[in-house]
């Protein structure tokens, strides 16, 4: 397979050159056997809604939609076939799933999540783009697979006006799951056009020592959204690691460095984009210093000398 390689800020991104023909379409089955909608869960009741900070102070604990299959946990956990992608348009809206054939053994749990998004978003589940990332490969003990503070997926900040319908996003992965924070978090006295929000979600999970954590289950299938904070979780020993994402957004997702879909006759312009060329401070500015600084930087800010040592935050 040939791929593309794309670097900008220290930042190194393999694009894979994926195959046209062979490629997969699903649509969702109607009259499945899904578990209850629990209407009451703010990820549910924030379906659809213009993206509000306000939501922080309410926790928007991810909803569990079960344990996958065993016979789909033995195809999802196939080594080394599907390639790496981030933010791959699989659907466009009023389009099927499109899936390029290397992404097969995905095909039963993406068929599974279109399945629950039909039946929790009826109304508006055509109005939206699904991308897809996969993530997969061995991870050293004591490291992370997907290196990043506390954060949330579909954050909307001063670039992003006027605001638009929040991020909501199914994740599935089979070892070292991801560790959600069950915690208000306080935002009002943050700029988003000054403050990164994503340090400061770290100083709030810190001053708790991380006393609301909680992990998914193995294999476990769930939904968030854009307001539900998280991070990866450190490995214990060395394993190898296949995590999926299937985020809907209602935005057209043109980071450079995302995936191409050739299922589809599209040509965004992609265009470098990240955090960290949006010139963001701390709140708190005497924080600990691993609170505040990117992965890939020393405490003291400067870029550390060895790339694959990563600095983690302090939250405990």
């Given amino acids: 397979m040939e791929n593309i390689q794309h670097e900008y800020r220290g930042k190194h991104f393999t694009i894979p050159l994926l195959s046209k023909e062979g490629g997969i379409e699903i649509a969702p089955w109607v009259n499945t056997d899904l578990p209850p909608i629990p209407c009451d869960a703010p990820v549910i009741q924030s379906l659809n809604k213009i993206w509000d900070l306000n939501e922080f102070k309410r926790v928007h604990r991810p909803v569990s939609l079960g344990i996958i299959p065993l016979e789909e946990q033995l195809l999802f956990q196939m080594q080394g076939i599907a390639p790496r992608v981030l933010d791959m348009p699989i659907k466009f809206p009023g389009s099927k799933f499109r899936i390029p054939r290397e992404f097969a053994q995905f095909v039963p749990v993406i068929q599974r999540i279109a399945n629950y998004e039909k039946a929790i978003n009826p109304d508006c589940y055509d109005e939206y783009y699904c991308y897809l990332t996969v993530e997969h490969g061995w991870v050293e003990p004591g490291t992370l697979q997907r290196e990043a503070p506390c954060h949330v997926d579909g954050f909307q900040g001063a670039r992003w006006n006027p605001k638009v319908r929040g991020n909501h996003t199914y994740t599935v992965g089979d070892v070292v799951p991801t560790v959600y924070y069950d915690q208000p978090f306080k935002v009002d006295h943050l700029d988003e056009a000054k403050h990164d929000f994503f340090w400061e979600f770290n100083r709030q999970v810190a001053e708790t020592k991380s006393a609301h954590a909680w992990r998914t289950a193995p294999f ?35 980071r450079l460095g995302n995936a191409h879909n050739p299922l589809f006759n599209y040509d965004w312009e992609m265009v470098p984009r990240d955090i960290e060329a949006l010139g963001l401070v701390p709140f708190d500015p005497n924080c600990d210093p691993s609170l505040r600084v990117f992965p890939w930087q020393d405490l003291d800010g400067s870029p550390l000398a060895d790339r694959s040592h990563k600095t983690q935050p302090n939250l405990t």
Avoid: K, N, Q
Avoid at 234 to 254: C, N
């Fill in 220 to 254: 476990e299938l769930t939904l968030m959204d854009c307001y539900s904070v998280h991070r990866g979780d450190v490995a214990p020993e060395r394993v190898y690691r296949t995590w999926i994402r299937l985020s809907f957004e209602v935005r057209i997702f043109d």
